[in-house]
Structure formats: C-alpha cells, structure tokens
C-alpha cells in the first residue's frame, strides 16, 4: 500500500514541475490577482525606466504572464502601457520575502507577441 502512495505522490510531483521546464518558463497564463500584486509592486520602478528612454505611460495594465521556479519566481509579464503599446517586463521574487525586483523592460512589443 505505501509504495502505490510513493508512485502516487511522485506522479503528482512530476505533473507539478511539468510546467516548469528546468531553467525556462511554464505556459502563458492571464494575470491573476497573485501576479498582478507583484506587477504593480515595481510600477513605479517600470515608470521609471521607461521615462528615462523617453517613454510616457498613460496606461498599465498587466495582461499575461510565464512563470519559472528558480530560488524563488520569475515572471515575464505583457503589459499595456498605452492604447497600442505594450512592454514585456521580467520580475524576479525572491523566496525569502524581500520585495518583488524589476530586471528587464523590452519595449515596441504587440498584443500578439509570445513571451519568450
């Protein structure tokens, strides 16, 4: 009984991490409230850069994400900034609690760009 438990736990296991291809990141998904949090935790340090490259934002609004286990999560994140213009924005959440960091803004990507 206990090794059917065992194959049990290790199938569910390895369906869990499925989504998570070592070192890349599982399937696109809509942002959810979780993600969103995190998103708007560094808005102000996405306004920023983008200012800096001569950007204005008259818009935010975080549509899709990827997600990757690493010691702790990153996100790549489609967001609109205004009518048209989107950025992708990578994330990094560490596990220990410190705040959500932004690492990477990608400006001039449409609606229907993949989040590679």
Same mark, same amino acid.
């Given at each position: 009984m206990a090794w059917i438990t065992l194959v049990f736990f290790a199938a569910t296991v390895a369906g869990a991490l499925a &989504?998570? #291809?070592p070192g890349g990141y599982g399937k696109t998904n809509y942002v959810n409230p979780y993600v969103n949090q995190i998103v708007f935790s560094v808005k102000g340090d996405?306004?920023?850069r983008l200012n800096d490259m001569g950007i204005r934002v008259y818009g935010f609004e975080p549509l899709f994400y =990827?997600? =990757?286990a690493a010691v702790g999560s990153g996100y790549l994140v489609k967001i609109r900034i205004n009518?048209?213009?989107y950025i992708h924005a990578?994330?990094?959440?560490?596990?220990?609690?410190? #705040? #959500?960091?932004? &690492?990477e803004i990608e400006v001039g990507k449409s609606l229907l760009e993949p989040l590679v």
């Open positions: &989504q998570f #291809p996405i306004v920023t =990827r997600a =990757r009518y048209g213009q990578t994330i990094y959440k560490h596990f220990s609690g410190t #705040p #959500p960091e932004l &690492q």
